[in-house]
Nanobody, 121 residues
Framework: QVQLVESGGGLVQAGGSLRLSCAASGSRFSINDMGWYRQAPGKQRELVARITSGGSIRYVESLKGRFTISRDNAKSTVYLQMNSLKPEDTAVYYC???????????????WGQGTQVTVSS
């Protein structure tokens, strides 16, 4: 049993910054990839950034230079630093963790509850 708890969302003016956090809790598991996805009203959920357990990162090209993903393996936590925010960044942001149960090589995707990010002009 694993739970992902997100925090850090809120309302911010254009040009401002936010830092999202997502912590995994439970027992008898390890984490492979972690990542962030977002879903704007009326749109499909899309990838923002993804990071492996070894630190390899994949960003959406249009977000490079403004968003930074990182993780702390000791805390089972992934972060998303968002700078120079724009109104078009407004969305619900979801955390993803690829979970491997103890004594298993098969993985399962777990999702956080989502956190609202609203950027005003």
């Amino acid at each position: 049993q694993v739970q992902l708890v997100e925090s850090g969302g809120g309302l911010v003016q254009a040009g401002g910054s936010l830092r999202l956090s997502c912590a995994a809790s439970g027992s008898r598991f390890s984490i492979n990839d972690m990542g962030w996805y977002r879903q704007a009203p009326g749109k499909q959920r899309e990838l923002v950034a993804r990071i492996t357990s070894g630190g390899s990162i994949r960003y959406v090209e249009s977000l490079k230079g403004r968003f930074t993903i990182s993780r702390d393996n000791a805390k089972s936590t992934v972060y998303l630093q968002m700078n120079s925010l724009k109104p078009e960044d407004t969305a619900v942001y979801y955390c993803l963790a690829e979970i491997r149960p103890a004594a298993s090589w098969r993985t399962y995707d777990y999702w956080g509850q989502g956190t609202q990010v609203t950027v005003s002009s």
